[in-house]
């Protein structure tokens, strides 16, 4: 089976897709573990 | 049933799972989408062409030319709906397993609940979603832009350079100029050839062939190396190096039988074998240089006469192309091109000669034989043993001939050099009519135009050149060694091209 000449380009576009959505996710991950903490504070 | 406004809080935690539950459902569909992954679905790509056709390379496309549109296009269909998808499939289970058993009073107020944080969730994740298509998008377009201007600064400078390093190539086969030789798949087995290397919209430091292997696009900054070059327009395989150094074209000229193809095998076996090159050495450059070299050497080792060059109907005129390396500086591709006498008498048929227009300086054959003072002083005895050797054309008629070609091919004469060898020395060395001639081209041309009787060519020759040299040449080997006139010749024609070599004309 031919290997895709294209699969460094794709991984390189796709792991930079994957490491915005980490990099958004964790403030927002955060900022829900804070107000789950102040929940349980009350 | 319980009213579900006690469990209002189960919304934001079940939102939140619901949107990071999309967002992963887009990347595993995005990654399938790009062919990576368990289960690779990438957008189908036409396969390059086996040869070139139009403007269609048999190599593929840059991801970011073409494929990354593709991808984008691809991802927008497949992967964009995934977040909807998967979690329609959820709210049926949801609303099922809650809605009925024992505990329904309970658990389907519940359902809803969660149904709810999952239209919330999932309309966050959408948005989500397309913001991480958004960043796609932008992160292809900034990568385009940025592959695209190196793209065009590497083909800029490497244009530069060619300029500079004043790399001008032609055919050794068709003497047309070439701007771009078509390279070769240095891959086994392949042979595909690529018309246009350069940096481009099939890669930019390396593209890939139609077979798989990569190949490099910058030929002048040394990748051309492993490629052989074939000429555009005759399709014939040119010299090893072509279009990485400067060429220098050197064509002998002159009428039958002067000793043309004698003069030029001593040449190059001077310049391969010998001490021609004066500290630079030299090497065929393609397997026809050498193939033609060895036949022609034997007989110049041997002793025995050549044959006449003759031109094969509509065979290429093809030139014996050295590598030259000096000492110092860099190395050159010299071409001499040996022109068949008939050609060089018949004005239309030296027009053919199109690699005339490269050449700066011109190397022209005059027999000693003859001219008439030097026929007549010989004895009888060597007259009639000489009588087949002898050039039978007038050395007037023929370098008018030559000139009004040359100039008529627009070479700015008045800027080109031109050396006169007078050939077959050995033969009429001793002979009256020579004594006290030296080897000093002053001398040569003080006693051409004085005693041979042809100071009218050698006026039109001062006249219509920037620089004329005379050399006393033989082109037979005196025990095994090559004559002192060629090495001269030799000598001032790598001088006079440029070449840092360890002579002093």
């Known amino acids: 089976m031919q290997t895709d000449p294209y699969r460094p380009w794709r991984l390189a576009v796709f792991l930079v897709v994957v490491a915005v959505a980490v990099l958004c996710a964790v403030p927002i991950g955060l900022s829900f573990l804070r107000y789950l903490a102040s929940l349980g504070a009350r | ?505």
């Open chain 2, 1 to 505: 049933m319980l009213c579900a406004w006690p469990l209002l809080w189960l919304i934001p935690p079940g939102a939140l799972v619901y949107a990071g539950y999309s967002v992963y459902a887009y990347l595993a569909r995005l990654a399938s989408a790009m062919g990576l992954g368990s289960a690779p679905y990438p957008p189908r790509l036409a396969p390059p062409p086996d040869r070139a056709t139009g403007s269609e390379e048999p190599a593929y496309t840059h991801y970011l030319f073409g494929p990354a549109l593709a991808d984008l296009r691809h991802a927008a269909r497949t992967a964009l709906p995934a977040p909807w998808q998967a979690c329609r499939h959820h709210r049926f289970r949801v609303l099922d397993g809650t809605g009925t058993g024992n505990a329904v009073w309970l658990t389907a107020p519940a359902g809803r609940m969660i149904v709810m944080a999952m239209f919330v969730g999932v309309i966050g994740g959408y948005l989500a979603v397309v913001a991480l298509y958004a960043v796609q998008v932008a992160v292809v377009a900034a990568l385009t832009v940025v592959v695209a201007a190196t793209g065009l600064v590497l083909r800029a400078a490497d244009s530069a350079l060619r300029r500079v390093k004043g790399i001008r190539t032609s055919c050794p086969s068709c003497h047309l100029r070439v701007q771009r030789p078509s390279y070769e798949c240095a891959a086994p087995g392949c042979g595909r050839r690529h018309r246009d290397v350069r940096p481009g919209r099939y890669g930019v430091v390396r593209r890939r062939c139609g077979c798989g292997a990569l190949l490099p696009t910058l030929v002048l900054m040394g990748g051309g190396g492993r490629m052989r070059a074939h000429c555009p327009h005759c399709a014939e395989p040119m010299s090893r190096g072509v279009g990485t150094v400067p060429e220098i074209v050197v064509p002998v000229l002159g009428a039958a039988t002067t000793g043309k193809t004698r003069l030029m095998t001593a040449l190059v076996m001077g310049l391969v074998e010998g001490p021609a090159g004066h500290g630079a050495r030299s090497e065929f450059a393609d397997e026809q240089s050498e193939n033609a070299y060895r036949g022609l050497a034997d007989k110049l080792q041997a002793g025995v006469h050549t044959w006449k060059t003759i031109r094969v109907k509509d065979a290429p005129l093809r030139a014996y192309t050295l590598r030259v390396l000096p000492p110092r500086g860099s190395p050159r591709l010299l071409h001499i091109f040996d022109a068949p006498g008939e050609l060089v008498g018949a004005s239309e048929l030296l027009r053919e000669l199109r690699y005339i227009k490269s050449a700066r300086t011109f190397l022209f054959t005059l027999d000693l034989l003859s001219v008439d003072v030097v026929w007549d002083s010989l004895p009888a005895a060597d007259r009639a043993g000489y009588a087949r050797l002898r050039s039978d054309m007038a050395t007037d008629f023929v370098f008018g001939q030559l000139l009004q070609n040359i100039e008529g091919l627009g070479v700015p004469t008045e800027k080109a050099r031109l050396a006169v060898a007078l050939t077959k020395d050995d033969l009429v060395r001793h002979c009256d009519a020579l004594a006290g001639v030296g080897r000093d081209s002053d001398d040569i041309r003080r006693w051409l135009e004085g005693p041979a009787g042809l100071d009218g060519v050698v006026r039109a020759m001062r006249r219509h050149f920037a620089e004329v040299r005379f050399f006393r040449t033989s082109s037979w080997l005196t025990s095994g060694e090559i004559d002192a006139g060629v090495l001269d010749l030799s000598g001032w024609l790598l001088v006079r091209e440029g070449l840092q070599v360890h002579h002093s004309p």
